[in-house]
């Protein structure tokens, strides 16, 4: 007679950030804006866009070494120069994030040394030897971990590694994965007269994430409570789209295409997408107790929140971000997570269904394509 193999299901462990040490305030960025702009761009523009961005501070490692820093008068850096500059901070994004996600999982009895997996993501670099290497040299990891590195998917690349995490655990219930992110959006400041790249200029930001992703099934329930359990993820790729986000890498570093009408085709599409998404597990839009919503920019949140008819309160995290990080990219979305782990009460309070039991949160971000990843996770397991 053969024993049903226990349920088991993914739970996200801990969380951590990391920010390169040097904090830019939006006078700081005008100053720096006016010298890196070329002359015949309209300064009010930049002002404008500034004050429209949402952004107050954000944290960038092209200007630790002074007010210009990594970007030079009358010399734009060319694409080497700048992949040496994310090679530097990513890789210290990394182990500050790794490290401090691992610090925090050892309540969980999770130590360096039971990683089993490695998942890296950025989109803003690649060096081969990678980030994963390096992690694994520097946090003391076995040399047989299994590596894998969720390359230039842009803003959702969080949910990605995530999922691939989530069907790790799944598979191989002994399985414990580390997954980080790091991203140097500020390698990337381009010297343009184009708005477009004008508005990439003033939203982007530097940050690094980690995660600790392993099997909870009732062999493993003696163990500290996690932070969530992962219960899956959905992608979209809306059709005709591929055109109003781009991210391609040019001689001078990599350029971003960004649409006007990105906002306007998200409050169009994505609706019927997560009412669908949600359905495959019994759940509403009203159900949903937290939302994520990686700030693209403030109109990116609007136009999410218009779609699915969400209160002001249930973005004000993602709000909260943008203002006080900007757009960092894939590693946005955990930073979201985790204001919204330490402080619930503050953010969350929704229609969300009142009974005890999980609490259904949901991330959503954005990228090229136009494509969309969601996440949704139960807090409080």
Do not use: K
Not at 37 to 58: F, H, K, M, N
Not at 181 to 191: G, K, N, Q, T, Y
Not at 208 to 221: L, N
Not at 248 to 271: C, K, N, Q, W, Y
Request: proline share 6%.
């Amino acid at each position: 007679m053969s024993t049903a193999r226990p349920t088991t299901s993914a739970a996200l462990v801990s969380l951590a950030t990391a920010h390169p040490p040097f904090r830019m305030s939006r006078a700081e960025w005008l100053e720096i804006a006016d010298t890196l702009t070329p002359p015949e761009v309209d300064r009010a523009l930049l002002t404008r866009l500034a004050e429209r961005s949402g952004i107050e501070t954000r944290w960038c490692a092209a200007f630790e070494e002074g007010r210009h820093g990594f970007y030079r008068p009358s010399e734009v850096p060319g694409t080497a120069e700048r992949m040496a500059l994310w090679s530097r901070a990513a890789r210290a994004l990394s182990v500050d994030a790794a490290q401090r996600a691992l610090a925090d999982a050892t309540r969980a009895g999770v130590t360096a040394d039971r990683i089993t997996h490695l998942v890296t993501a950025s989109c803003t670099g690649f060096a081969a030897p990678g980030i994963d290497a390096f992690l694994i040299d520097t946090l003391g990891l076995s040399r047989s971990v299994s590596r894998l590195n969720v390359g230039f998917m842009g803003c959702h690349a969080a949910v990605n590694a995530l999922a691939a995490a989530r069907a790790t655990v799944l598979a191989n219930p002994n399985a414990v994965v580390l997954v980080a992110l790091a991203e140097v959006s500020s390698a990337h400041f381009h010297h343009s007269t184009r708005l477009d790249q004008l508005v990439a200029n003033t939203l982007f930001a530097d940050g690094g994430a980690a995660m600790i992703v392993a099997a909870e099934s009732p062999a493993t329930q003696t163990r500290s409570p996690a932070l969530a359990t992962i219960v899956d993820t959905h992608s979209t790729l809306i059709p005709h789209t591929s055109e109003e986000m781009a991210w391609h890498i040019g001689d001078r570093g990599f350029e971003m295409t960004l649409g006007a009408s990105v906002p306007t085709i998200l409050e169009r599409e994505i609706r019927a997408w997560v009412e669908r998404a949600l359905a495959t597990h019994g759940l509403g839009i009203r159900d949903v107790a937290g939302w994520a919503i990686h700030p693209g920019g403030p109109r990116v949140i609007d136009a999410v929140a218009a779609a699915l008819e969400l209160p002001q309160s249930a973005v004000a995290a993602s709000r909260a971000i943008l203002r006080d990080y900007g757009n960092m990219s894939s590693v946005t979305l955990p930073f979201i997570f985790e204001r919204l782990a330490q402080d619930p009460a503050a953010e969350l309070r929704h229609d969300a269904r009142s009974e005890a039991g999980p609490t259904p949160w949901v991330g959503l971000a954005f990228g090229p394509g136009l494509a969309g990843e969601m996440v949704l996770w139960h807090s409080g397991t």
